[in-house]
């Protein structure tokens, strides 16, 4: 096994990934100092206390000028994500256009016509004050979602605007369902999204039965998250979605691969894929590198060949009555036909699939696996999820 490295920056871990480690509890709690693993687990319980902050919140006013032009959401990283979530589930029919927007201030058609929907873990990133800012100015309805006692409730509570509190008690990045629950009930309000209790409450169930199943003490050959971590190690992964639903999870999943574990990751939909990055599996790290392999040689003598690793998201899907933008049909034989493509390249290829009877709770189903994998590939490499000395080393430098 390769040393572990310690460069200028501090960063610390082994390029090469220690399997034993992840059947280790102690060990997994002593490289986790921070407790990612922990406050993954709180997913679930994120979704009913959001919930309930929510419905503490005055967000009946923004029914009383009915329905508006559009929805922006503005945000940065995770915060931006809740966006994306929110026009998923809403779906095609949604009847207003629903818009992440992930730079400062708002775009320049934004008027009193629409919603803005600031959101921000800590409540000061400047992407969400200058958007829930530049909404105050020119009319919008605004609703802010942040840490409490921030810059981002001093705005709302200057124009009198709805203000749901996220207590900060993680990462943003593990705060995902935190974040997205008050942005999901603001839209139900508006009459976007049909999200009711018993959807919350099948998510939130859902979490908490992943997060049981992803537990530290499951060991590796009985722990999904652990086994999707192994199968990544050392790869270069490739995570599509088969559905807009499923496309949203792999996305997030690039988020956290690349924050949690610092791997390079290609994420998109199966549809954009088949339009030429399918071909990835054809190249250098994919069906190039798998015909020199020699089956009968022992791996270890192979572990410098860096080869590509398939991440397929599949969601079965519970729209096939709905006006789609592609038919369930054609999402189906598209990810048949992409696992056949990888399998005679001898690309690998994992597949996760949706589970669940609404919209929000299928999207947990593909999400909660993959967030619990990032952070475990993270620590099989020495690496501390919590702790990103490139991230820091940035804002310092951006300060300047």
């Excluded at 008050?182 to 409450?201: F, Y």
């Amino acid at each position: 096994m390769a040393g572990p490295i310690e460069g200028a920056a501090g960063v610390r871990g082994s390029r090469i990934a220690d399997e034993a480690l992840l059947d280790d509890p102690d060990a997994l709690a002593e490289n986790d100092p921070g407790g990612m693993l922990r406050f993954t687990a709180s997913a679930g319980a994120q979704v009913r206390e959001s919930a309930s902050l929510a419905a503490e919140a005055n967000l009946s006013v923004l029914a009383d000028e009915g329905r508006p032009r559009a929805v922006v959401i503005a945000g940065i990283g995770t915060a931006g994500r809740t966006g994306d979530v929110l026009a998923t589930v809403a779906g095609p029919r949604c009847p207003v256009p629903v818009i992440a927007h992930r730079s400062a201030g708002v775009p320049g058609w934004v008027g009193a016509a629409d919603v803005v929907i600031a959101v921000s873990a800590s409540g000061r990133s400047p992407e969400a004050l200058g958007a829930a800012e530049a909404a105050a100015r020119r009319g919008a309805r605004l609703v802010a979602v942040g840490a409490p006692d921030s810059q981002l409730q001093s705005v709302a509570e200057g124009v009198r605007a709805p203000f749901i509190p996220v207590p900060r008690r993680a990462p943003a990045r593990a705060s995902l369902w935190a974040l997205t629950v008050p942005v999901l009930l603001a839209a139900r309000t508006l009459g976007l999204v049909k999200v009711n209790e018993a959807d919350l409450a099948e998510t939130a169930a859902r979490l908490d039965a992943d997060a049981d199943r992803c537990r530290p003490a499951a060991e590796s050959f009985v722990n999904p998250a652990k086994a999707l971590a192994l199968g990544l190690s050392g790869s270069v992964p490739i995570v599509w979605g088969s559905s807009p639903l499923a496309t949203v999870a792999a996305r997030r999943f690039g988020d956290t691969l690349s924050a949690n574990a610092r791997y390079p990751v290609v994420t998109g939909a199966l549809g954009e894929a088949g339009r030429g990055r399918v071909g990835l599996l054809d190249g250098v790290f994919g069906g190039l590198v798998e015909s020199t392999r020699d089956i009968f040689a022992d791996p270890e003598d192979q572990s410098d060949a860096t080869r590509l690793r398939l991440v397929l998201l599949r969601d079965g899907g519970l729209n096939a009555d709905e006006d789609t933008d592609e038919p369930l049909a054609v999402e189906e034989r598209r990810a048949d036909a992409v696992q056949t493509l990888a399998e005679r390249r001898g690309v690998r290829c994992d597949v996760v699939t949706a589970e669940g009877g609404s919209a929000l709770e299928r999207l947990a189903s593909l999400i909660a696996v993959p967030d619990f994998a990032s952070i475990y590939l993270s620590l099989a490499h020495g690496l501390d999820p919590m702790a990103v000395p490139a991230v820091q080393e940035m804002k310092e430098l951006s300060n300047q």
